[in-house]
């Protein structure tokens, strides 16, 4: 006998530094499918491995994961190899967009500006001779240093100084083996959301910390300030939407996404591209769909309709 309601899996969770915002996101979703109408369980990769997600009981898995593990192509994998349709982009995308070093490579090659940058393998026996480079790269202080595989602005430092990027390397590199060093914009802070390839709105950030970090972006207390839609002209308000509608399409994404852009002197500078964007309250992609009339309930159904294999 045919099912008359989908059975929808949302996988959350994990081992990630960012579990808690992943945790958040699925329990909003998990809220949202139920409304829709459908079935739902959830699983959780830190309490059961993903090989063992029954086959039989999923008809879509609705990947809520984040960071390692959930966004890198390794969560993607298992999916396809159990040949269950799920959300979000592919192995490759999520790969390629969770690794700083190979989605810059990426954006120069298709003409996309985005912060010069310098990368530092630290398991290189060479010493780093820091003071050497940023001379050679022609810096100025601030610099950006930042692990190249990882999310929700985890381990991004904004160094003023000499002394504060070798403390901040020093501390960095006990627990990654990549940094990128980066030359820091200025200007707005600017975010896109894309749905299945279409640019959807631009919002922009004013924290009121030293810059959007972990706290800005997750907590309420942190008083981030948003304007939807966000505040510059029409004709680079447009700009910026083809610029992420670009970005997603060479990534191969699929689903939805969120570019992040710095924009100064009429310059929009391209720092990543997220594949699976936060669904908390505080999260920017149902904000801006919310602004375009296209509520968090509507917003789910358009990630599991869109969800399938080889992706």
């Known amino acids: ?75 993607q994998s298992y999916f396809e190899y159990l040949k269950i349709p799920y959300t979000h982009s592919g192995v490759i995308a999520s790969m390629n967009a969770m690794d700083k070093v190979i989605s810059k490579q990426i954006f120069k090659k298709n003409k996309l500006l985005t912060p010069k940058y310098y990368v530092i393998n630290l398991e290189t026996p060479k010493k780093i001779d820091l003071k050497k480079i940023i001379k050679k790269l022609n810096f100025n202080y601030p610099v950006v240093i930042k692990p190249s595989s990882e999310g929700s602005s985890i381990g991004v430092k904004i160094c003023k100084n000499l002394k504060t990027l070798k403390i901040s390397v020093f501390q960095l590199k006990k627990k990654y083996k990549t940094l990128i060093l980066e030359k820091y914009i200025g200007g707005q802070e600017i975010q896109v959301a894309s749905i299945n ?28 300030i ?47 591209l997220n594949t699976q964007p936060g669904m908390t309250d505080l999260s920017l992609v149902p904000e801006i769909a919310r602004y375009k009339g296209i509520s968090f309930d509507r917003l789910v159904k358009k990630m599991i309709l869109d969800a399938s294999i080889n992706r």
């Open 197 to 224: 390839g279409r640019a959807i709105g631009a919002i922009e950030l004013k924290p009121q910390r030293g810059f959007y970090d972990y706290k800005a972006k997750y907590f309420k207390s942190a008083k981030t």
């Open 1 to 75: 006998m045919k099912r008359s309601k989908k059975n929808i899996l949302v996988v959350q969770g994990g081992t990630s530094k960012e579990r808690n915002i992943s945790l958040e996101t699925g329990k909003a979703c998990i809220k949202s499918i139920k409304r829709l109408g459908y079935n739902v369980s959830m699983l959780d990769p830190a309490k059961k491995f993903l090989n063992e997600i029954d086959k039989s009981k999923t008809d879509v898995i609705f990947n809520a994961l984040h960071g390692k593990g959930g966004e890198d192509g390794l969560a």
């Open 226 to 272: 948003h304007i939807m839609p966000a505040n510059i002209p029409k004709k680079q308000y447009q700009q910026v939407l083809k610029i992420a509608e670009k970005t997603h399409k060479i990534l191969k994404c699929r689903g939805v996404t969120r570019c992040d852009f710095k924009y100064l002197n009429k310059k929009f500078y391209l720092l990543e």
